[in-house]
């Protein structure tokens, strides 16, 4: 009896030992076992690596209500943890409070300080739903600046958002897009977005408010400017109209051989939908580009896979509205998985996209590759034009099929003038010496090509995952991929069957009392374990 009282009290001493060291190895490290399939709750090393770098600490106050309803206090459950791990990887330069300001108006106004708003939600009180005023946003210090997230009403992208947030408030990122300006190009400043398919002044505001968060944005007007700025990192062109002269081209070309990046995003093709009619705008920039190693093809693509348009018919007296497919606004879905420019991103939407020729790359020692394809049932038309959208569209025309409409390429570029033996001319037709200018390009040189500049025009723009391709497309091109695999990062909720108000009484009461009664049975069973091992023990003596 005596033995097996001391193996008894040396096992509960070993476990708690156990305990107290886990517990004192758990304040030191950080661990999570994370099962789910694409690891939504573990910290990503983009993440990780930002947090590590901070040089000064970075204090975060989130604002949350106590009363909050389930979906929302899962959202706070999410950011709490997933603010723990910041903390943990910061080297102890990362804190964050979480402050509920209930009705304490000095709490209140510090948050208002802030710029976090209260907002209405409906709030379950005692089986009863109640309209309550809530607070759930954060505010991000960092010496003396400050970032805010004024409401947090769910958990998508939440990791990508805050670590953008963190490289943007600490100066960890500081790339500078230019948007080449002077040949009917839209203009990134222009905030006032154009309503309809065809707005003759296109804009592109709700691309740049999302590309301002995480770069800073310039026009670049070749007409104007001596050279590209210096401070470039990033040059794209999107959806020209005009031609460039070659003083324009020289400009560019001088970027390009000494290292600059290009994202090329344009048709040759100019298409009208409400018209039906689409011409060749003959840009003249197939020998530049040439010399790069790829050709936008004057051609347009359709795909049985395409966006529902909405389009007026005439019948008899009467104009009817109906919604068709309409092939020549595609939706993407076939991807190279290779290409890290599209990871994340399921479906892009083009809209008079045109082929990438990619048979002049390998000649020229260029590694060139494809990004996205169309469907399996797709057209190419080319010469003469036919859009209009009321047509009949039958299978037998669509006998493509996975054509490129989009291009990475990377290396040593040759220069399209230096060596030429015709140089260029200025606006007088006067020739434009060029002295000292290198003929390639460094190795590690890279552009992006995609056959449409309408993708992120406001007239067309309603798919997010366009947005991230030119995102990814610009952080590839500079070098730096750590947000890729944060973009696009879905976080789907998984609540509880609706059941009846029944049933929800039964689950209460099963709640209430299951767990005593648990108890007392496992008391029980040991109690009259223990009781047959001691009658058992009492015999053998």
């Known amino acids: 009896m005596k033995v097996s009282k001391i193996q008894t009290t040396i096992g509960i ?9 886990l517990n004192l190895i758990a304040n030191t490290r950080f661990i999570r076992l994370d099962l789910t399939e694409e690891k939504l709750f573990s910290l990503s090393d983009a993440s990780k690596k930002v947090v590590r770098n901070l040089e000064e600490p970075l204090t975060v106050k989130v604002f949350a209500s106590e009363n909050l309803s389930p979906q929302l206090k899962d959202t706070k459950r999410f950011l709490n943890d997933l603010l ?105 400043t222009q905030q006032q977005a154009q309503r309809g398919l065809d707005a003759q002044a296109a804009t592109i505001a709700q691309a740049v408010n999302v590309i301002k968060n995480n770069y ?84 347009l693509v359709a795909d049985q896979n395409a966006s529902m348009i909405n389009v007026q018919e005439r019948r008899g007296f009467f104009t009817v509205q109906n919604t068709i497919k309409y092939p020549f606004f595609p939706n993407v879905t076939t991807f190279n998985d290779n290409a890290v420019v599209i990871e994340n991103i399921n479906m892009v939407s083009l809209f008079f996209a045109s082929t990438i020729d990619t048979s002049l790359a390998r000649e020229k020692g260029l590694e060139l590759t494809p990004v996205m394809y169309s469907g399996p049932r797709s057209m190419v038309q080319s010469g003469r034009f036919s859009i209009n959208a ?73 798919n997010p995952a366009n947005v991230y391709l030119l995102l990814n497309a610009v952080d590839w091109l500079a070098g730096d991929t750590d947000l890729i695999a944060l973009r696009g990062r879905e976080f789907e909720m998984r609540p509880l069957k609706e059941i009846s108000q029944g049933q929800k009484q039964v689950w209460k009461y099963v709640n209430w009392f299951g767990p005593p009664l648990l108890a007392i049975l496992i008391g029980i069973v040991y109690w009259q374990v223990r009781r047959n091992r001691r009658y058992e023990e009492e015999l053998a003596q």
């Not at 401070?231 to 794209?236: A, E, T």
């Open 13 to 21: 001493v070993l476990v708690v030992a156990i305990l107290v060291l």
């Open 84 to 188: 723990a791990g910041y903390r943990a990887y910061g080297g102890g330069e990362f804190r964050y409070e979480f402050i509920d300001p209930g009705s304490d108006e000095e709490l209140e106004a510090e948050a208002q300080k802030y710029r976090i708003p209260p907002f209405q939600e409906n709030v379950w009180n005692k089986d009863q739903l109640e309209l309550k005023r809530v607070y759930l946003g954060a505010v991000f210090l960092y010496e003396d600046q400050q970032e805010t997230i004024p409401t947090l009403q769910n958990v998508s992208g939440l990791e990508y958002n805050i670590t953008s947030l963190i490289k943007r408030l600490t100066n960890q990122q500081e790339y500078k897009v230019g948007f080449v300006q002077g040949h009917g190009e839209p203009d990134p």
């Open 216 to 299: 800073e944005v310039e026009q670049v007007n070749l007409q104007e400017a001596e050279a590209v700025p210096d401070d470039i990192n990033v040059l794209v062109i999107l959806n020209p109209s005009q031609k460039f002269s070659d003083a324009e081209k020289l400009k560019i070309d001088e970027y390009i051989v000494t290292g600059g990046e290009v994202a090329w995003m344009y048709s040759p093709i100019k298409a009208n939908l409400q018209a039906g009619t689409a011409s060749d705008m003959r840009l003249g920039l197939d020998d530049w580009t040439s010399a790069y190693g790829f050709r936008v093809n004057a051609n």
């Open 390 to 462: 009321t047509q009949t569209w039958s299978d037998d025309m669509f006998d493509r099929e996975h054509v490129v409409l989009g291009a990475m390429l990377e290396g040593p570029f040759a220069s399209r003038f230096a060596g030429a033996e015709q140089p260029p001319v200025a606006d007088d037709g006067a020739p434009i010496e060029i002295a000292g200018m290198p003929e390639k390009a460094p190795e590690d040189t890279r552009m992006f090509v995609l056959g449409d500049g309408n993708f992120i025009l406001d007239g067309y723009l309603s």
